[in-house]
């Protein structure tokens, strides 16, 4: 996949695009970018995906703090893997905020050669919001593009099955309200694979090694990343090129009245070896239990113990 930004127009093959900001390149996503590439073969032009480095909002609204399902690089990965032709990455100024609908698509027809855009089902863009697909479509016929209606997916065609009155729709809210409440497996399924967090291990408290569980301390890479609900969970760890099962924590510890730091641990099963400062990957399964105090340490050790048979399970049957 070409990366593109700001390039000269006549360098950039023609192609079929869409845009937005495809937090997590969920399967919501991943529909939408299938038919943007179906049209592009179908028409013998290039398949674009136009996307931004930050959240629009985070430039517009200083005080807000996104909540990432993927930061700008792992989500470049996701879309690299796709078999898309190109991705432009746009940075979202208070210029390009600034423009109207019309204008973004004369950018977008002048200087990035797009021919047809894909619409998503939900999706605005301009500063004036009050447009919408129509508008869309008149504009393209005065600029020579030719603007398609997205198909939204359906769970249910993914077969996944949802619960009486909810939102169906596959989208970022819903993965994130998923993730918040520690059901990182339906996620998962919402997803098109597990939800991971990137960091580097860092100095823990050493309490797991006299419970007899020894754990690394996940510093996160990116701070808007979004971590799961406190609890315990079965994960896949991912260090120095090799992959073993583990037992994750997220918490505020409260047996050891460690206040409100939360902390990100993981006992990693059958593995002894110093990795302070090495790059982790913890890849979610499923979560076991949530956060809770026990008495004493005695107990918090025999339930960490029921906690990592349950945990060497769950990884054995997701294998």
């Known amino acids: 996949m070409q990366q593109i930004s700001d390039i000269p127009a006549d360098r950039i093959r023609p192609s079929v695009a869409t845009i937005g900001f495809f937090d997590g390149v969920h399967r919501g996503h991943r529909y939408l970018l299938s ?3 179906a049209a592009a073969a179908q028409r013998g032009l290039a398949s674009t995906v136009i996307t931004f480095p930050v959240h629009p909002r985070s430039v517009m609204q200083p005080d807000f703090r996104a909540e990432l399902l993927t930061t700008c690089s792992e989500k470049l990965a996701l879309l690299d893997g796709l078999g898309l032709d190109c991705c ?3 940075d979202f100024t208070p210029a390009l905020a600034a423009l109207s609908a019309r204008q973004f698509m004369e950018l977008l027809a ?3 050669n797009i021919r047809v855009l894909f619409i998503g089902y939900d999706h605005r863009f301009g500063h004036d919001r009050r447009e919408g697909f129509d508008d869309y479509v008149r504009y393209g016929r005065e600029l020579g593009i030719e603007v398609l209606p997205g198909e939204a997916c359906q769970p249910s065609s993914l077969g996944i099955s949802g619960e009486v009155g909810e939102d169906l729709r596959i989208g970022s809210s819903s993965i994130r309200r998923l ?6 497996a339906r996620a998962a399924d919402y997803l098109g694979y597990r939800y991971f967090l990137n960091g580097t291990v860092g100095s823990g408290f050493q309490v797991g090694h006299k419970l ?3 754990t690394a301390n996940l510093e996160v890479d990116d701070p808007c990343k979004l971590i799961p609900a406190r609890g315990v969970y079965a994960v896949e760890v991912l260090v120095d090129g090799h992959s073993y099962g583990g037992m994750l924590n997220i918490g505020c510890r409260p047996t050891l009245d460690n206040g409100t730091n939360r902390t990100i641990e993981v006992h990693i099963f059958d593995f002894d070896a110093d990795i302070y400062h090495h790059p982790l990957r913890l890849t979610f399964v499923q979560r076991i239990r949530p ?3 026990f008495d004493s340490l005695d107990e918090l050790a025999a339930q960490l113990h029921r906690d990592a048979a349950e945990a060497r399970a769950l990884l054995s049957l997701s294998r």
């Open 110 to 112: 002048g200087r990035y």
């Open 35 to 37: 038919q943007v590439q």
């Open 212 to 214: 007899g569980y020894p």
């Open 179 to 184: 993730l918040h409440e520690g059901d990182v």
């Open 88 to 90: 432009l990455l746009l």
């Open 291 to 293: 956060e809770r105090k």
